[in-house]
Nanobody
Framework: QVQLVESGGGLVQAGDSLRLSCVASGRTFSRYAMGWFRQAPGKEREIVAGISWSGISQYYADSVKGRFTISRDNTKNTVYLQMSSLKPEDTAVYYC?????????????????????WGQGTQVTVSS
């Protein structure tokens, strides 16, 4: 069973950058597609970015495209979310999620209910 622990959140100003990390315990990290979601107060959880098990494919929500980059290092059991040009509307709790997959194809999952495992979340607050 993989467990996920996020870190890297904090309070920043608009235009700043942050890098979130999600470390997974367990030996089969490379067989998990990963995603970053966020949830702002009063809003539904939404996908921010997703990455296939190999890292070869990525997905970005339109709201973050060109500003955020998702990556993974399977040797370190870690997935990253590099966030640049942050905006106040990026303020939310950010969650790392994992979905086990046996597919060799670079599948990315976009819906929260497709994911098996979740981290505890890390708060990102962007002030104007």
């Amino acid at each position: 069973q993989v467990q996920l622990v996020e870190s890297g959140g904090g309070l920043v100003q608009a235009g700043d950058s942050l890098r979130l990390s999600c470390v997974a315990s367990g030996r089969t990290f490379s067989r998990y597609a990963m995603g970053w979601f966020r949830q702002a107060p009063g809003k539904e959880r939404e996908i921010v970015a997703g990455i296939s098990w190999s890292g070869i494919s990525q997905y970005y929500a339109d709201s973050v495209k060109g500003r955020f980059t998702i990556s993974r290092d399977n040797t370190k059991n870690t997935v990253y979310l590099q966030m640049s040009s942050l905006k106040p509307e990026d303020t939310a709790v950010y969650y790392c999620a994992a979905r086990s997959t046996q597919a060799m194809a670079p599948v990315i999952y976009l819906q929260s209910d497709e994911y098996d495992l979740w981290g505890q979340g890390t708060q990102v607050t962007v002030s104007s």
